[in-house]
């Protein structure tokens, strides 16, 4: 099993700064990494596949990149309506999908 | 509309069973990959099953041998059959499908999720 690890476990950001995401692979797994943000009492939403290319209708403020074993998600100017917990996720290593356990990105 | 919409839970013993469906639109469960993923209270995301276009299935550890994911392609719904259910189990239950053709994995498109409670 690929286990995922994603630091830190939570941020506290004031709305309009930068916010950077790291997330680590225990084997490298090429760019099959994804990001999805949930919100509270909500389904996961892909953001992010390919480790770099945004999914459809997500908003240019975020971005990913990495390959192999370290990722990074990162929200360019951070609104309000982007606190959330956000999982990273490996799709490599068919079937066996692993998650993050999450980083919860709280306003400051 | 594209989506996936879960339904089946609610409160059950340990040692039930349960069947969860998840019934999609705007696209076919049969062409696709087709994934459970489960999110205990205040937990991560755990991956749970996943069933491919031509039906093969797998299945995390901890529920080998207790869930069997099934699909009815005349109704267009992905089930999940839950037996000898443990409190272990007790988790929101999401049905996704499984990207394959641009992102070869990736979990598009997300039901809503169905609340699974396994207690005495």
């Known amino acids: 099993e690929i286990v995922m690890t994603q630091s830190p476990a939570t941020l506290s950001v004031s709305p309009g700064e930068r916010v950077t995401l790291s997330c680590r692979a225990s084997?490298?797994?090429?760019?099959?990494l994804a990001w999805y943000q949930q919100k509270p009492g909500q389904a996961p939403r892909l953001l992010i596949y390919g480790a770099s290319t945004r999914a459809t209708g997500i908003p240019a403020r975020f971005s990913g990149s990495g390959s192999g074993t370290e990722f990074t998600l990162t929200i360019s100017s951070l609104q309000s309506e982007d606190c959330a917990v956000y999982y990273c996720q490996q799709y490599n290593n068919w079937p066996w999908f692993t998650f993050g356990p999450g980083t919860k990105v709280e306003i400051k | 509309e594209v989506q996936l919409v879960e339904s089946g839970g609610g409160l059950i013993q340990p040692g039930g069973s349960l069947r969860l469906s998840c019934a999609a639109s705007?696209?076919?469960?049969?062409?696709?990959?087709m994934t459970w993923v489960r999110q205990a209270p205040g937990m991560g995301l755990e991956w749970v099953s996943v069933i491919y276009t031509g039906g093969i299935t797998y299945y995390t550890d901890s529920v080998k041998g207790r869930f069997t994911v099934s699909r009815d392609d005349s109704k267009n719904t992905l089930y999940l059959q839950m037996n000898n259910l443990r409190a272990e189990d007790t988790a929101v239950y999401f049905c996704a499908r499984v990207e394959y053709s641009i992102s070869s994995g990736a979990f598009d498109i997300w039901g809503q999720g169905t609340m699974v409670s396994v207690s005495s």
């Open positions: 084997l490298g797994v090429n760019a099959h």
């Open positions: 705007g696209f076919s469960v049969s062409s696709n990959y």
